[in-house]
C-alpha cells in the first residue's frame, strides 16, 4: 500500500513509526517547512529517508504520485479542507484528532468518504490501548449491568513555550482550547464505552493562566446519556508543575473500572462480581509508553490497512471522529450561551466561540 504524510510536526514521528511497523511503501510527504520532513523521518527511525519524495504542496504531492493511504497530521484547523481534497482524489485517509472542527466539515467528511467509496479513519488511537480494550470488552459482555456513571480526567500541563513552537495552538480557528485539543481522546472514550447515544451536555469552560490564548485551559461538563447513565468530564492544561493523569472511570451495578496512567494505558482498579482468573490478572495491568501518545498508532495503521483490503469500515471511523467534535462544541455551546445542549448538534464551529475568553482592557 502506497502512503504518504501531510504534516510533520510533533505527533508525526508516531504516523512514521506506525508507517515502518505495518510495511507500508512511504512514497511522499509533505510540510510547508521542508526541513520538519527530513527530521520527522530521523525521530520516525524511517531507515530508508531518502526514497521518500519532499513536498511543501500537498495537492502537488497528490498530482505526481499515485497514493492509496494519506495520513493527515497537519494544524487542526486545516484537518477538513486537506481530507476532502484526498478523499476526491479517491485516497483513503487517516486523519489526526480533531477530525474537523465544525459539525458542518465532520458531515460533509463522512457524506464525501461515503461518494467516493473511500476509508476514513479519525485518529483516535488510543481506543487500542490494552488497557481501553479489557474495558471495552467487559462492556460488550455487560459485565457492568446497568451502567450508573462515570468520569473522564485530563490533568495535564502545558506551559508558553509548547503554545509558542507552534502558534496555531490555542487558536479558534486553528486549533481549539484543551477539551478540543489534549481532552478528546479521553472524551472519545468516554462516549464510546457509554453507548454513544448522549441526550444533553451540560459545559463551562474558562481561560485562567494561558492569557496569551484566545481559547480554553480548563473545562468541565455534565453528559446525560440515553441510557439513562450520567458522566463528568474534567480537561485542563493547567496542572502544575507536570502532566498528571488521564483517567476513566465507568461505574455499573455489577463492576467498577478506573483506567489510569499518564494516557489512559494502566488498570488501576478491576472489580467485578464474579471474579474470573482474567479479572485478577487485569488488576494493577500497566502497558509502557514513552509518550503520553501511547501504542496505538501502529494498531491503527494496521486495522485502517485491513479495513481497505477487506472493504469494511474502519475500527475508529469518520462517524466515531464526528461524535468526539460533537461532544467538544456542545461544551462549547453550552458554555457560550450559559445553559444546556441538546444533542445531536446540527451545527456549530470552534469559530463561533472567537472572542468568547476576551478580557476587557
Not at 152 to 180: C, F, I, S
Not at 276 to 289: F, Q, V
Not at 298 to 327: C, F, H, I, Q
Amino acid at each position: 500500500m502506497r502512503y504518504a504524510l501531510i504534516g510533520c510536526g510533533r505527533i508525526a514521528k508516531n504516523h512514521v513509526k506506525a508507517a515502518v511497523n505495518n510495511q507500508l511503501e512511504f512514497v511522499a510527504a509533505c510540510d510547508l517547512m521542508k526541513e520538519n520532513i527530513a527530521d520527522v523521518l530521523l525521530r520516525g527511525e524511517y531507515p530508508a529517508p531518502e526514497t521518500v519524495k519532499q513536498y511543501t504542496d500537498y495537492k502537488k504531492m497528490i498530482e505526481e504520485n499515485r497514493i492509496d493511504l494519506i495520513a493527515i497530521a497537519t494544524e487542526s484547523g486545516s484537518h477538513a479542507e486537506i481530507a476532502l481534497h484526498c478523499i476526491e482524489h479517491g485516497i483513503h485517509v487517516i486523519i489526526e484528532k480533531p477530525m474537523a472542527m465544525s459539525i458542518k466539515d465532520a458531515d460533509e467528511i463522512i457524506k464525501k468518504a461515503e461518494e467516493y467509496g473511500v476509508k476514513v479513519c479519525a485518529c483516535h488511537q488510543n481506543r487500542f490501548n490494552v488497557a481501553v480494550q479489557k474495558l471495552r470488552q467487559a462492556i460488550e459482555q455487560n459485565r457492568f449491568g446497568r451502567l450508573s456513571h462515570g468520569s473522564v480526567h485530563v490533568r495535564w500541563n502545558r506551559n508558553k513555550g509548547y503554545y509558542t513552537q507552534a502558534p496555531w495552538r490555542g487558536t479558534w480557528e486553528h486549533d481549539g482550547g484543551t477539551l478540543m485539543n489534549q481532552c478528546i481522546h479521553g472524551i472519545d472514550l468516554l462516549r464510546w464505552m457509554f453507548g454513544e447515544e448522549v441526550e444533553e451536555v451540560y459545559g463551562a469552560a474558562r481561560q485562567q493562566f494561558h492569557d496569551y490564548l484566545e481559547a480554553e485551559d480548563v473545562g468541565m461538563a455534565v453528559v446525560k446519556f440515553k441510557n439513562g447513565a450520567i458522566a463528568t468530564i474534567e480537561g485542563t492544561t493547567n496542572v502544575y508543575p507536570k502532566n498528571m493523569e488521564e483517567t476513566l472511570y465507568v461505574f455499573g451495578e455489577r463492576g467498577t473500572v478506573k483506567i489510569g496512567g499518564t494516557s489512559t494505558n494502566n488498570i488501576d482498579v478491576w472489580d467485578f462480581d464474579e471474579e474470573t482468573e482474567e479479572d485478577r490478572n487485569n488488576k494493577g495491568l500497566e502497558e509502557a509508553t514513552s509518550n503520553v501518545y501511547g501504542n496505538g498508532h501502529t494498531s491503527l495503521y494496521a486495522d485502517m490497512m485491513e479495513a481497505v483490503k477487506e472493504d469494511r469500515a474502519p475500527y475508529v471511523d469518520a462517524k466515531a471522529g464526528r461524535n468526539a467534535v460533537e461532544m467538544i462544541l456542545a461544551i462549547y455551546k453550552s458554555q457560550k450561551e450559559g445553559k444546556p445542549v441538546k444533542l445531536p448538534l446540527n451545527d456549530f464551529s470552534t469559530l463561533d466561540m472567537t472572542g468568547e475568553f476576551d478580557k476587557d482592557e
